[in-house]
């Protein structure tokens, strides 16, 4: 009896603990599930300025009225996404243009569907940039040779778009020391000398510039001007199956990309919605452009940079990973 | 002796909390990456009040409950299958052994690919890290089982179930709970671990955003509720131990000093 007591206690204990559980965002709903006429659609993003279109667009509507109903899911970094639309966990995701070109130089059967984000092409007044602390004798890119300079990811777009500006002062590349680190770390890294220079993009750029940093570079003006950063991406065989859903992706997709571009104030109260970014850093934020369709030019110039510094095994091929 | 620990345990704390708001205050670390204890209770308050933070507290303690009810029950069955059926255990323990070091975390790539950012990747890391706790212990409490005892019940004609009721689970069981009280912390450290992670909803994925959101206040705030969790959890599972065991000496020693 007491044994029986024992069980029932441990049992109680466990269904208490799982009754306050309630399952939100994730949770088990099916995929593409159809209910009069509305498909929805999972959608792996990072949590970042970057995609507040999508949940602009959701808002405004611009899904709805096509049919579509888009169920974000918010993964940490592009690690998670790339495997999670290949394998089907989700519709579509949002990757930089560095990473896609790698996953389709390697057969990952990924093709990019629609803009995601691009550079504001503006010199000094980009969404990212690279750099150093207050009173830092460096005063330009050449400088950084023999220095120590953070990156979020090592061989990826923020380390090409570096390098570029590195060669474009007249500097070598090789000579920079690149360490890996969240963007988030970087401020405090480099208000602690840890790092000579940081690659940083918002909101993490706002906070170094409140430290007083300066900028000595725009690394992703450098590559190309107006680059196409990220784009939304699907799997090939979703996108042969689903033509239609697709489509109507791409459609309400660039209608809200060009929505936000043009409603700075409105972007900025949906990022409210998805990130704690406190009120004052993101009245300091440098909104990127989201121009609808991408610079394919930009890319074309990125693919010769990441193929410069060996980032590719074989070379990617524009055409089938474009739209 | 109660009321003195008591006072003593919650001078500490103070002193604890009371270091953490003087640290940053005094400039020893900066105000910006270490908020004293005062603002973090600030962005505290603020959580609380947010029902999204309702929500990723349920999704973390249902990823948590569920992975440890499956990681005990799978534990238990497995650890008697082997301790019962001759050979089975030579037979596995260098499997075991193999399996058993493997972090858990090491498994993300493969829960990502599997099931992406969902429930049921918090789960598989979850079971896999909590399962081993369990059923090392089953298998070192079968291994305790007094043998006049078990040639005893043999004698008296008990068959292998009533063998396994009568003698080897109230052995096992001190064994047993131990392994559900390590569990039960593990679990939640690889609930929160794999949402920081991967990005499956719950309170480590609000810690993510709240990091990469520059939120530095809301990020320790987060933090602390996951301290505040282990905490409840341990001070549970030590419950659900005592109540269980109320019958063994372990127990009813404490009581008696």
Partial sequence: MRRLLAGLAVGSFLVAASACGSSGGGGASDKNASSGGTTTVKVGVIPIVDVAPLYLGQQKGFYSKRGLKLSMTTAQGGAAIVP??????????????????????????????????ASTGVAGKDFGAITVKKGSPIKSAKE??????????????????VRESVRKAGGDPSKVKFVELAFDQMPAALDSGQIDAAMVVEPALATVKSQGATEIASSL??????????????????EQKNPDVVRKFQEATAESLAYADAHPDEVRQAVTTYTKIPAATLAQVTLPKWPAEPNRASIEALEKLDAQDGLFKSTPDLDKLLP | MRGANAALGAAGLAAFLALGEAVPRLGLVKEAYL???????????????????WTALGDTLTGWALGLAIAIGAGVVVGLLLSVVPYLREATASTIEFLRPIPSVALIPLAVLLYGTELRSVLLLVVYASFWQVLVQVLYGVQDVDPVAEETARS?????????????????????????????????????????????????????????????????????????????INVGARTVERRALAWHQSVRGEVMV
């Fill in chain 1, 84 to 117: 999670g639309v290949v394998s089907g966990q989700f519709q579509f995701g949002f990757s930089n243009m560095t990473s896609l070109m790698i996953a389709q130089s390697q057969n990952v059967p990924v093709k990019a569907v629609v803009n995601g984000v």
């Fill in chain 1, 144 to 161: 950084l040779e023999g220095k120590k300079v953070a990156v979020n990811t090592l061989k990826n777009i923020n380390e090409t778009a």
């Fill in chain 1, 221 to 238: 003006v450098d590559v190309a001007k107006g680059l196409t950063v990220a784009m939304y991406f699907t799997s090939t065989q979703y």
């Fill in chain 2, 35 to 53: 908020p004293p204890t005062s603002r973090i209770a600030h962005a505290l308050g603020q959580e609380v009040t947010d029902h999204a933070f």
């Fill in chain 2, 156 to 232: 008296y004609g008990l068959g292998p179930w009533a063998r396994v009721r009568h003698v080897l689970w109230p052995t096992a069981l001190p064994y047993v709970m131990t392994g559900v009280r390590l569990a039960a912390a593990v679990a939640l450290i690889l609930a929160v671990t794999a949402e920081l992670v991967i990005g499956a909803p719950g309170l480590g994925a609000r810690i993510a955003v709240a990091e990469s959101s520059q939120a530095v206040p809301d990020m320790y705030a987060l933090v602390v509720v996951t301290g505040l969790l282990g905490l409840l």
